[in-house]
């Protein structure tokens, strides 16, 4: 009697996990529709750009594959043939004193010369680890941090802006609000952007990693420029995550239309293999780009942003103009 019911059980899990199984073969969420000639794609850039020589000398880079005319003119000439107008040159983290990352005068100077030649629009992303190298709750931290940046921005006037990115900022903080604010007032003419969490989802259950509506909201009256982080959600299928960057892009788009600040849509590019959070081939830009393609987001959005240059190869920029030709 046992034994008949063992086999019961088992003959109804093997249906179950093959319907199962059938269904995951037959679904077909994405699009491959080609998304709208967008103005404003852009992508982070690393350290190297703008970094100063003390940067170089602890990281052991050669300058040169920075810092010569050449080389800047090809990174710009490749993005602009792939429709970006916009970079995020990382100058994080900000010291224990607020103060932002250091760069180089003649260098920064250098790369907005042919950023202007290019049509390129240069926004420096600043920021750091929330509690450590970022602590928006300390009035002196902020009060430094928005100086420094207001110094960057009177020392390189054709910089179009800088880019906040704290992480991980938990959801609903009014202290970040409190920075943003502050941020705004001191940069007037300038894009304050924001390197935001999507929103939460049961796919990947971690507070301090997903914004509801009501706080991207919040936030995006608080600045002109929103780059969600549609990425690092430890999904394992590749299937579920397109889906899943149909659902963000719905949301967010639905959320944030009646808003003046201009979002941007945040896809990955990177590998971080191992990591647990990430899976590359899982996410990538062609499933993030399926993705957003289904959601038919229309100029709801102003661009996709790419994380990041220093990831993309050929093959990465093929899957890249298949969608953004």
């Known amino acids: 009697m046992f034994g008949k019911s063992l086999l019961r059980i088992v003959f109804l899990l093997t249906v179950i996990l093959g319907g199962a199984a059938l269904c995951y073969l037959f679904w077909d969420p994405g699009s491959d529709t080609p998304l709208p000639d967008y103005s404003d794609?852009?992508?982070?850039?690393?350290?190297?750009?703008?970094?100063?020589?003390?940067?170089?000398?602890?990281?052991?880079?050669?300058?040169?594959?920075?810092?010569?005319?050449?080389?800047?003119?090809?990174?710009?000439?490749?993005?602009?043939?792939?429709?970006?107008?916009?970079?995020?040159?990382?100058?994080?983290?900000?010291?224990?004193?607020?103060?932002?990352?250091?760069?180089?005068y003649d260098q920064t100077e250098r790369f907005l010369d042919l950023a202007g030649q290019s049509g390129i629009r240069v926004i420096p992303w600043v920021g750091?680890?929330?509690?450590?190298?970022?602590c928006p709750a300390d009035e002196e931290w902020r009060k430094r941090f928005v100086d420094s940046i207001s110094e960057l921005m009177n020392a390189h006037p054709r910089l179009a802006g800088v880019q906040v990115n704290i992480e991980p900022m938990p959801d609903g903080n009014a202290d970040f609000l409190t920075l943003l604010e502050e941020l705004h007032a001191a940069i007037p003419g300038k894009i304050l952007s924001v390197a935001a969490y999507p929103p939460p989802t049961t796919w990947h259950q971690i507070p301090d990693l997903h914004w509801s509506s009501e706080y991207l909201r919040q936030v995006t009256g608080r600045c002109d420029q929103m780059a969600v982080m549609m990425y690092d959600?430890?999904?394992?299928?590749e299937k579920c995550y397109i889906d899943?960057?149909?659902?963000?892009?719905?949301?967010?788009?639905?959320?944030?239309?009646?808003?003046?600040?201009?979002?941007?849509?945040?896809i990955p590019a990177y590998e971080d293999a191992g990591s647990g959070y990430h899976h590359p081939r899982v996410e990538h830009i062609s499933s993030a780009l399926r993705g957003i393609s289904?959601?038919?987001?229309?100029?709801?959005?102003?661009?996709?942003?790419?994380y990041c240059e220093w990831e993309m190869n050929e093959?990465?920029?093929?899957?890249?103009?298949?969608?953004?030709p």
């Not at 659902?247 to 959320?255: F, G, I, P």
């Not at 093959?315 to 953004?324: A, D, G, H, S, V």
């Open 41 to 104: 794609n852009a992508i982070w850039i690393g350290h190297g750009w703008l970094g100063d020589d003390a940067w170089f000398e602890r990281k052991q880079i050669d300058r040169a594959d920075f810092r010569s005319e050449a080389k800047i003119t090809a990174l710009f000439r490749r993005l602009a043939d792939n429709r970006i107008s916009i970079v995020y040159p990382h100058l994080c983290p900000a010291r224990p004193d607020g103060s932002i990352a250091r760069c180089d």
């Open 128 to 134: 750091g680890v929330f509690g450590e190298s970022a």
């Open 233 to 237: 959600t430890s999904i394992p299928l």
């Open 244 to 266: 899943l960057m149909t659902r963000w892009t719905a949301q967010l788009t639905e959320s944030l239309r009646s808003t003046e600040c201009d979002l941007l849509l945040g």
């Open 294 to 306: 289904a959601a038919d987001p229309g100029e709801d959005i102003r661009g996709i942003a790419v």
């Open 315 to 324: 093959t990465k920029w093929r899957e890249w103009r298949e969608f953004i």
